[in-house]
């Protein structure tokens, strides 16, 4: 995010650079981006990271997923990806309607930033990690906000 599509592309003709983490603002800048890239270099993957658009990036083209939510929801981002693979878009569309509401739950509130502290507060309610402390400068949830956290988490148990 941040990077003209000409100052990525030019990154990745770097004999270095091996993959790209594609968190773009836009669907169209992830667009520019996939084809300026694969046309200039095509063995550098590119990684999708923008969660509230996952299906439409991987259909464009992609080289696997990079996403904080595969702590959460490994399972439906490994379906999503294996129907991808498949090229299965029916199977896509079903593992990304099993995604939305987590993603929403996660990424979807303001702040933004906060999702975080969001993941990290679900992943203790399911047991898998022993404290969710954010650290400086982030915050605590509010009470309100770690309700809904939590009733997400019990779904992604009983789902996942």
């Not at 091996?18 to 694969?38: L, Q």
């Not at 979807?108 to 992943?123: E, F, G, S």
Request: net charge neutral; glycine share 8%.
């Amino acid at each position: 995010a941040g990077f003209s599509t000409e100052v990525l592309t030019e990154i990745a003709r770097h004999p270095g650079v091996v993959a790209i983490k594609e968190g773009s603002g836009t669907v169209e800048a992830y667009e520019d981006n996939w084809r300026s890239i694969k046309a200039a270099r095509p063995g550098v993957k590119i990684l999708p990271s923008n969660f509230g658009w996952f299906l439409p990036q991987l259909a464009i083209g992609a080289d696997g997923i990079l996403s904080g939510l595969a702590s959460l929801a490994p399972h439906e981002l490994v379906a999503l990806w294996r129907a991808t693979e498949a090229g299965d878009l029916a199977a896509m569309r079903a593992a990304s309607d099993r995604l939305y509401p987590i993603v929403r739950g996660i990424y979807a509130a303001a702040p933004l930033m906060d999702m975080h502290t969001r993941i990290k507060a679900a992943l203790c309610a399911m047991g898998v990690i022993a404290h969710d402390h954010p650290r400086a400068p982030l915050q605590p949830l509010l009470p309100e906000v770690r309700a809904r956290v939590a009733d997400l988490s019990a779904s992604v148990a009983r789902d996942g």
